[in-house]
């Protein structure tokens, strides 16, 4: 399991630099909205880290290191669940601003756009696609930089403050790809699911 964290990066990096970058036309069929200010990026990061999205993933995974007993040196009870959900808010928080501050200096847009096709298949790509790409301030799309190196760069931070069974350099990738799936399930949310996008793009229809 641990050789694949670590080959699983590499060879997706591998398939990226082999391709030409994303040109402006392969987020073209989605909903649209003006590009967001510093601010506006902000907030959405804020949302996500101290909003209910924050709050109920950091729950869910304190919740599954319960049952797992993950890490065994936190033990059980309230004091093991609450030093899970502690850790679990934390790296949230700590992902949130490490990504705002990149998508702001990179102008990368934290956005999920929603597709205008309406078959599933085509729908279920977008989603697919916006995990590892992204709409840039000038309208066009790019590998989304920010989010693939904030997801990574946490999973690394949080090693400075889990037991010794649980932060090696593996682990630390393993949080990355999670994180990165819990984007994807997201991106599928708010694709289905009007009510869980921004409010910008929530009135739009394909």
């Known amino acids: 399991m641990h050789k694949f964290l670590w080959v699983a990066p590499c060879l997706v ?14 987020l073209a069929n989605t909903l649209q909205a003006p590009p967001l200010s510093a601010g506006g990026k902000f907030h959405a990061r804020t949302v996500q880290s101290l909003g209910l999205r924050g709050l109920i993933g950091a729950a869910i995974g304190a919740s599954i290191g319960q049952g797992t007993n993950t ?9 093991g669940f609450g030093k899970r959900f502690a850790s679990g808010f934390g790296g949230t928080v700590a992902r949130q601003s490490i990504t705002f501050a990149l998508e702001t200096a990179m102008h990368e847009d934290p956005r999920y756009f929603p597709s ?3 078959t599933k298949k085509a729908r279920i790509w977008n989603v697919v696609k916006q995990t590892f790409l992204t709409k ?4 066009g799309s790019s590998f989304a ?7 990574f760069g946490t999973g ?6 889990q037991p010794a069974s649980n932060n090696s350099v ?7 790809f999670i994180s990165l799936g819990v984007d994807a399930a ?5 694709e289905f699911v009007p009510r869980f996008r921004p409010r910008e793009l929530r009135q739009q229809k394909p």
């Open 13 to 26: 990096f591998q398939a990226w630099a082999a391709d030409p970058p994303p040109q402006p036309g392969q």
């Open 71 to 79: 890490p065994g040196e936190w033990g059980q009870g309230a004091e």
């Open 116 to 118: 205008t096709e309406h």
């Open 136 to 139: 840039t301030d000038s309208g």
């Open 145 to 151: 930089y920010a989010r693939i190196i904030g997801a």
């Open 156 to 161: 690394q931070l949080v090693n400075t403050w």
């Open 170 to 176: 593996a682990d630390g990738i393993q949080r990355g």
């Open 186 to 190: 997201s991106n599928l949310l708010q």
